[in-house]
């Protein structure tokens, strides 16, 4: 355990000093602040893929425009087999 700062080998006080706020839970402490950065980080990725114009949150409030989504600008290609030919529980 550690003296005091006022303490020295000439004039020891010997009034113990424990570790700190951080030095106790660091690992802790780093964990939540973890958990609280990954949920702020989701919630502005889920911000910018959303298709709204006004977003409020905890007093703050933006209005934005999206991009446009041109439907003849993209392009969806399945893997497997083509549309239509899949057989369902009908047929049989």
Request: a negative charge; charged letters at 20%; glycine letters at 10%.
């Amino acid at each position: 355990m550690d003296l005091c700062p006022a303490c020295n080998p000439c004039n020891p006080c010997n009034c113990p000093v424990g570790p700190d706020f951080i030095e106790r839970n660091g690992t802790w402490l780093l964990g939540v602040l973890g958990i609280f950065a990954t949920c702020v980080g989701g919630m502005f990725t889920y911000f910018l893929k959303s298709r709204c114009t006004r977003i409020r949150l905890c007093g703050s409030e933006c209005t934005r425009q999206p991009i446009a989504l041109d439907p003849s600008e993209v392009k969806v290609q399945t893997a497997g087999a083509p549309l239509g030919t899949a057989k369902s529980s009908d047929d049989e």
